[in-house]
């Protein structure tokens, strides 16, 4: 197709990523130049900004998440993301004093409502229709990741890893962890020197997820998060509570490993309020100890193997959660910081990997590690739907 070729052909692209994560708190949106393809990329960040999730379209979403969801509310809320995702796309390029027609690109990565890699068969749901986008703001854009990996053979995830190592992996001989922590926490391993195929990536298993919930559950929707952790701070944790919870088979499980809502989502949270003899902060301070937990074993157990990693860099609402973080570098012998240091901000670099897999794809490029994923071969991620500037070409 024409337009794709033109694309192509440039030197650069201007390209935007939207990224909604397991917490679906807001659209993360980044515009960025990028140059190259490949282990050539280099980009530059123009602009960053996160949109708010209207609270109607927010508590529609979560319903999905419940397993009595209706269909009717899934074709309708498809749809009705796609149009909150437009209009993050549109204030973000007037935000970096740009006009649509000077963007090349959008890669959308969607809401996720089903991940299902366990299932017969294995399958997932990204919601937030890119014909909808690709419509509103006129530009081509490339959505619906996850699909071409699991039918590879892959769990569909963690799908950010090879963007990790394009532009993250240290040249100064050090061995990095590239740590995660939205709803899920997730990880990349990227020793000193590695290629693609020797990066290591998976889900450790929640991140902000239950803590969240349980802000929501005990201040009854008057709070969505607990901030900077002080409540949990507060509390006390129940060490012999995190100790079973450690035993959940997720946690015990050994890479590849992917998981979502469906194994630490509200279900998960109900059963833990009913069965743990915690309430209030003491709750909350729990969770955060199984989360962290959580994390630092499966660093420790899968990710510091390689004598090389010197340091962590933690991306993700997580970073803004203080108490968190102080765990977190309690309970690791390695330096841990935000990954702001390396020059993108924490909340950014998500929505700043599905532009560069939007890159990668347009160039023909596959997207996928499947060390990471455990896919059979490496496979050209996403969907690309034109945008309306170009139909016709």
């Not at 690109?105 to 299932?119: A, C, F, I, K, N």
């Not at 902000?208 to 002080?230: I, K, S």
């Not at 020059?343 to 490029?365: H, I, Q, R, T, W």
Request: hydrophobic residues 45%.
């Amino acid at each position: 197709m024409q337009v794709l070729e033109r694309l192509a052909q440039k030197r650069s692209r201007t390209v935007l990523g939207l990224m909604t994560g397991t917490s679906a708190d807001g659209i993360d949106t980044v515009l960025a130049e990028i140059e190259g393809c490949g282990e050539s990329t280099e980009f530059r960040l123009l602009a960053f900004r996160t949109c708010e999730i209207p609270d109607k379209l927010r508590d529609d979403l979560f319903r999905l998440f419940l397993p009595d969801a209706l269909v009717e509310d899934l074709c309708r809320l498809n749809f009705a993301l796609g149009e909150a995702l437009a209009a993050a796309a549109l204030a973000v390029i007037e935000e970096a004093g740009m006009k649509p027609e000077e963007v090349d690109l959008v890669g959308s990565h969607g809401q996720t409502v089903r991940h299902l890699p366990g299932g017969q068969p294995p399958s997932t749901l990204q919601i937030g229709e890119p014909a909808v986008i690709a419509q509103r703001t006129g530009i081509t854009t490339i959505a619906d990741f996850r699909p071409a990996d699991m039918a590879a053979g892959g769990e569909g995830a963690p799908l950010v890893p090879l963007v990790d190592h394009m532009l993250f992996a240290s040249e100064e001989g050090k061995g990095r962890i590239m740590l995660n922590i939205g709803g899920i926490a997730n990880v990349t391993v990227l020793p000193a020197g590695a290629g693609p195929n020797e990066v290591l990536a998976f889900d450790l298993g929640p991140g902000n997820v239950l803590m969240d919930g349980a802000v929501v559950y005990l201040t009854g929707g008057r709070e969505r998060f607990d901030r900077d952790g002080a409540r949990a701070a507060s509390g006390r944790a129940d060490e012999e509570s995190v100790a079973r919870l450690m035993e959940h088979e997720f946690i015990q499980r050994q890479p590849p490993k992917s998981t979502g809502r469906e194994e630490f989502g509200t279900e998960y949270l109900t059963e833990l309020f009913n069965h743990l003899e915690l309430t209030g902060d003491d709750m909350l301070a729990t969770l955060a100890g199984f989360t962290v937990t959580a994390i630092a074993d499966g660093i420790q157990r899968y990710a510091m193997t390689d004598t090389s990693v010197s340091e962590v860099w933690v991306s993700g609402g997580g970073v803004h959660n203080q108490h968190l973080m102080n765990l977190l570098a309690s309970s690791l012998p390695v330096a841990v910081a935000p990954v702001d240091a390396l020059g993108v901000p924490a909340d950014a670099k998500e929505a700043l990997s599905f532009a560069v897999l939007a890159n990668e794809a347009l160039m023909g490029g596959t997207g996928n590690l499947p060390s990471a994923t455990g896919a059979q071969h490496p496979v050209v991620l996403g969907k690309i739907v034109v945008g309306s500037r170009s139909e016709g070409e």
